[in-house]
């Protein structure tokens, strides 16, 4: 019995999705080709979508190629993940203005817009699920977020194409796309396969009266995603963490890495989980209001690693410590889960191409000088 | 409020004047006393705050910075000129003499030094506001910190910060730009890579010219990238630094091991 969440659309009427979330309010969204790469933009149209076209990807390079195929999803992914949709990189949170008998602040949360994200990936839909447990968490959830994801349709992709920086597959985060998304589509040649996941995805799917997708396309589309999953170069070896990373604290390996580093902030502000932000005060010059702005900011600024009288991280070093500690580490105390969700960003984004998977098994090797010390302590008995 | 120009473009004192209708707030906030830029009414000092734009290039000019540091209580210098040097600093590296042949058909009547240098190398400076020219939005919060009387801050992270922010495709990564964003101080508002060029350093190193541990910015990793994969040959890169701010300590010396390799 076919599944009744599972249907098949001909890729060439991808349109009728788009009109028929449209119809139901919603602003769609989807990557499209700018400046070298694929950016989110409002779009009303299948043509705006970069057809025919891929990503190639390596260690801090980006670039789009024609393939002359008529693919629509033939690009991964772009510099942006989920999150700007959710936690946007400048908002403010307070107005505050001066009053006769001291002064009133008012809140300036926005206004939930449905907005539909077509063409999200696995890893970024894993991404949006760890921001949604530090942001929505019971107790000090953010009401700012909470307004922005309330809105939020996701219309995921599952990969059937890994790039030379993808490493989903060790992270268990993809390629295929579990849970937390309305709708997902498999590309298979000129078809679609489509799958509900959630009552919101149920509601459009209905809408566009497709038929039940044949068993030959669902088992197609499963080969192909179990192919992108095998074809990954890069991976992460998790099972020894969080605690050897924390043993790796004074290996030599980060100074080596540090000397790269240009503590730029790109890997940061690329990762789909990565929440840290600043907030400034705007006064205007006759001091008569100021608005209390959030923006993006970065574990890898000097400013944020200063607490009253002294800075903690001054160097680099201790930055790229502390960034990468907690991402694969001490995040999985935190939060009980891994900061990493595998889509290669910070690799491609890296201006001097920075490799994370590189890093980590070089970190978790004794180094030479401890491997001494190891052999001079069982030599001696201790 | 009193603003000063040395050697410059007047492109930063330009700035004040495009506050536009802040300016009208600038004036109730501030008496505006020395502007000869704006105004011929000029009165004489001491000053609260004094904004210096340009740099020293003159001996007139060197003594002309003490008289205006004795008359001041706060002196910010506005602009690359002011706080490193300048463009004209590019003439550090070179013989100024023979320019003035080149040049000027009477070159005995240039009185030039054979250096320009910033502010900071000849008086005590409060507060640095660093770009080519200055950004109005900058200076108009620390022109409105001053009147609250709260520390002067501005940020010193990189131009990619704002990129991302902004949501900007890196020029660097995507096309291959020698882009010098990642170790150049924000401000700008990330002007160029949103226009789809390469940053060229006009703000100065991050964190502008603070010393101790963490500064200055990897300018080292990012040169042996733009050599390495961008195919960029050592005269190359050298000209990357030495620009706008190629006088700023961390460029300057970038600048000079780059020199020794061409």
């Known amino acids: 019995m076919a599944d009744d ?31 070298g790469a694929v950016v989110w933009e409002t779009i009303r149209s299948v043509a705006d979508l970069p057809i025919g076209w891929r990503d190639r990807q390596e260690p801090g390079c980006y670039r789009l190629e024609q393939t002359g195929a008529q693919e629509i999803f033939g690009i991964v992914h772009g510099p942006q993940s989920l999150k700007p949709f959710v936690f946007a990189p400048r908002e403010p949170l307070l107005q505050i203005e001066r009053s006769k008998d001291g002064f009133t602040a008012r809140s300036t949360v926005p206004p939930s817009e449905k907005v539909a994200v077509i063409g999200t990936r696995a890893c970024d839909l894993a991404g949006l699920v760890i921001q949604d ?10 009401s700012y977020y909470a307004a922005r994801r309330e809105g939020l349709f996701v219309v995921a992709v599952n990969c059937t194409r890994a790039l030379a920086t993808c490493f989903c597959s060790s992270m268990d985060t993809g390629p295929r796309a579990h849970n937390s998304f309305d709708l997902a589509l498999t ?9 509900a996941g959630s009552i919101a995805g149920q509601e459009v799917l209905s809408d566009l009266f497709l ?41 030599p390996r980060w100074d080596t890495v ?60 201790d930055r790229y410590r502390m960034w990468l500690t907690h991402k694969l580490a001490s995040w999985i105390d935190q939060f009980g889960i891994s900061g990493c969700v595998g889509c290669g960003r910070c690799i491609t984004w890296c201006p001097v191409g920075i490799d994370l998977t590189e890093e980590l098994p070089a970190l978790l090797t004794p180094s030479e000088q401890q491997s001494v010390i190891n052999r001079q302590q069982e030599a001696s008995g201790g | 409020m009193a603003v000063f120009k040395f050697a410059s473009c007047d492109g ?21 006393v020395y502007f000869p830029e704006a105004s011929s009414a000029m009165r004489p000092g001491p000053y609260d ?55 000027y058909p009477s070159p005995e009547f240039i009185q ?27 200076l108009l919060r620390v022109l409105t910190d001053l009147v609250s009387g709260v520390q002067l801050r501005l940020p010193g992270d990189s131009v990619c910060l704002e990129c991302k922010r902004r949501g900007n495709v890196c020029v660097l990564v995507a096309k291959g730009l020698p882009c010098l964003g990642p170790v150049t101080r924000t401000g700008c508002g990330a002007i160029c890579p949103s226009m789809g060029r390469d940053c060229y350093g006009c703000f100065g190193p991050t964190e502008g010219g603070r010393k101790g541990p963490g500064f200055p910015p990897n300018t080292d990793s990012l040169a042996v990238r733009f050599h390495d994969d961008l195919q960029l040959i050592p005269i190359e890169v050298l000209r990357r630094f030495r620009g706008i701010n190629g006088y700023a300590d961390a460029f300057k010396q970038e600048g000079e091991k780059w020199e020794r390799k061409k």
């Open chain 1, 133 to 142: 447990r530090i942001f929505l968490k019971e107790t000090y959830q953010d």
């Open chain 1, 211 to 251: 038929p039940p997708a044949p068993e030959s396309l669902v088992a197609e589309a499963a080969k192909r995603i179990d192919a992108c999953a095998r074809s990954q170069v890069r991976r992460l070896e998790r099972s020894r963490l969080p605690s050897a990373l924390y043993d790796a604290h004074a290996h």
């Open chain 2, 112 to 138: 030039s030094l054979s250096t320009s240098t910033p502010i900071s190398e000849h008086v005590h400076v409060d507060f640095e506001l660093w770009g080519c020219p200055i950004d109005k939005t900058q």
């Open chain 2, 12 to 32: 930063c004192q330009l700035s004040i004047l495009n506050l536009e209708e802040d300016l009208l707030a600038l004036g109730q906030a501030l008496d505006i």
């Open chain 1, 5 to 35: 969440n599972l249907r098949i659309l001909p890729a060439a009427h991808l349109q009728r999705l788009l009109d028929t979330l449209c119809v139901r309010g919603y602003r769609t969204v989807a990557p499209t080709a700018r400046d």
């Open chain 2, 49 to 103: 705050i004094a904004l210096v734009e340009g740099s020293i290039t003159t001996a007139e000019d060197a003594r002309r910075i003490l008289t205006v540091r004795q008359q001041t209580k706060r002196l910010i210098t506005i602009g690359a000129c002011a706080t490193a040097g300048g463009i004209q600093a590019l003439r550090n590296w070179a013989d100024v003499e023979s320019f003035k042949q080149v040049v």
């Open chain 1, 187 to 195: 590309e298979v040649d000129d078809q679609l396969l489509v799958e």
């Open chain 1, 258 to 317: 540090a000397g790269r580093c240009l503590a730029c902030t790109n890997c940061t502000m690329v990762c789909p989980t990565c929440f840290c932000h600043a907030v400034e005060e705007t006064p205007d010059l006759s001091q008569q209001q100021t608005t209390h702005v959030r923006l993006w900011d970065s574990c890898f600024t000097q400013e944020h690693g200063y607490i009253h009288g002294k800075n903690i991280r001054p160097t680099i070093k």
